[in-house]
């Protein structure tokens, strides 16, 4: 069974950082790209960006609004995806959700699925 | 102010057939596959429809999934209570190198 759990959400300032993880299991991590995704309160769905295998050199995309704030990164020995949040701001408060996805040359399809049940970050001073 | 742009909201009765729409352009549905996502509250999304018209196994046949130039379109047949939730579609953006979503749509089982 594929399963997927966030984890490192909490409370910080503006300004701040926060790391969050993604443990993965039941599938091939190190071949997947992994995707985040993030969704505030009462709002949809917004793509953050993916970090893709060893097989296409951990290439990363962003999402214009966090580009040069976010960066992922990744631990294949340990099937886990991260998410490096710095100079955050209010509008970054979301739950944030990883998802492993398909990518083929340069076009990553969003077919996710699963999705992990999500880590809440709330941006506040 | 969402690429992909869907209805805000969207309500049947049992048993009926509803339809949610999506709209986006030449650079996403246009030239990529649509994606349908359903979140039921306080859940995370869960894919419904994938490559345009494909159902994940698991997925009731009730739903189908149509695609047409730069729109694309999720139905739902005999109409549940259980149906009641939050639908969103996606789709690949050549221009922004990225995924869109759509804004969502509120689905009420009257």
């Not at chain 1, 995806?81 to 408060?93: G, R, W």
């Not at chain 2, 189908?64 to 579609?89: P, Q």
């Amino acid at each position: 069974e594929v399963q997927l759990v966030e984890s490192g959400g909490g409370l910080v300032q503006p300004g701040g950082s926060l790391r969050l993880s993604c443990a993965a299991s039941g599938f091939t991590f190190s071949g997947s790209a992994m995707h985040w995704v993030r969704q505030a309160s009462g709002k949809g769905l917004e793509w953050v960006g993916r970090i893709r295998g060893k097989g296409n050199s951990y290439a990363t995309a962003y999402a214009a609004s966090v580009k040069g704030r976010f960066s992922f990164s990744r631990d294949d020995s340990k099937n886990t995806a991260y998410l490096q949040m710095n100079s955050l701001k209010t509008e970054d408060t979301a739950v944030y959700y990883c998802t492993p996805g398909y990518c083929s040359d340069d076009v990553c399809y969003p077919r996710f699925d699963p999705w992990g049940q999500g880590t809440l970050v709330t941006v506040s001073s | 102010q969402s690429v992909l742009t869907q209805p805000p909201s969207a309500s049947g009765t049992p048993g009926q057939r509803v339809t949610i729409s999506c709209s986006g352009s030449s650079s996403n549905i246009g030239s990529n596959y649509a994606y349908w996502y359903q979140q039921l509250p306080g859940t995370a999304p869960k894919l419904l429809i994938y490559s345009n018209n494909q159902r994940p196994s698991g997925v009731p046949d009730r739903f189908s999934g149509s695609k047409s130039d730069t729109s694309a379109s999720l139905a739902i047949s005999g109409l549940r209570s259980e149906d009641e939730a939050d639908y969103y579609c996606a789709a690949w953006d050549d221009s922004l190198s990225g995924v869109v979503f759509g804004g969502g749509t509120k689905l009420t089982v009257l």
